[in-house]
């Protein structure tokens, strides 16, 4: 099935541990992107990737880090969390660019305390 | 940097009244246009989406919308909802070169049986 895998599905925190939240795809895309969704401010771009070794800010990259080893990986890592980091957060996919459409993992409910 | 609004933030409709949602972006390009739903607890699904050609888009689930150009508008419709479709709603704009893709604020609908 293709899909957008994220883990894990909840996580609480404290101030300063890092965390990685995974991301995989298995439909060979090559645009993987990093949101949060925040009540009453949608969902904000973190960080986006166009390929391999290819990464870039997207509208909210702050205390944020990503990485692309490989093309269906796409980690997002908070090297210090901070509590103003609470959110959902979701990965996404497409083929080329983001302007056929997006892929949705099912979310990373992460607190930190 | 573009920006996509929606006015209605949250809406609240008995089963089998007809629904608009609005939908306003701010880009003088050509765009690539979507709707998004998120059912509670879940990850963003994609509802529609417009590239080109007829501006009137059918989407699953009975849901519409059409692309307005001279109005930079992009409304989702659906004639009689159902509890079911209780859900946020997301607007969502790129331009088909765009490495980023820019989501509205959502809108929550809550269908009463």
């Known amino acids: 099935e293709a899909q957008v895998t994220q883990n894990p599905r909840y996580l609480i925190t404290v101030t300063g541990k890092k965390l990685t939240v995974t991301c995989s795809q298995n439909m060979n895309h090559e645009y993987m992107s990093w949101y949060r969704q925040d009540p009453g401010l949608g969902l904000r771009q973190i960080y986006y990737?166009?390929?391999?070794?290819?990464?870039d800010k997207g509208d909210v990259p702050e205390g944020y880090k990503v990485s692309r080893k490989e093309k269906r990986n796409f980690p997002l890592i908070l090297e210090s969390p901070s509590p103003n980091q609470t959110s959902l957060y979701f990965c996404a996919s497409s083929f080329t660019q983001a302007a056929r459409g997006y892929t949705f993992g099912s979310g990373t409910r992460l607190t930190v305390v | 940097a573009q920006s996509v609004s929606q006015h209605n933030h949250h809406v609240i409709l008995s089963e089998a009244a007809s629904l608009e949602l609005g939908c306003n972006y701010s880009?003088?390009?050509?765009?690539?246009l979507f709707w998004y739903v998120q059912y509670p607890g879940q990850h963003l699904q994609l509802l529609l989406k417009?590239?080109?050609?007829?501006?009137l888009v059918k989407g699953i689930k009975g849901f519409e919308a059409e692309f307005i150009k001279s109005k930079f508008s992009f409304n989702l419709r659906k004639p009689s909802v159902q509890w079911s479709d209780t859900a946020e709603y997301f607007c969502a704009v790129t331009t088909n070169t765009g490495n980023q893709f820019y989501f509205g604020t959502g809108t929550s609908l809550t269908v009463i049986p």
């Open positions: 880009y003088g390009g050509t765009v690539n």
């Open positions: 990737s166009m390929n391999v070794e290819v990464t």
């Open positions: 417009y590239f080109s050609g007829d501006p």
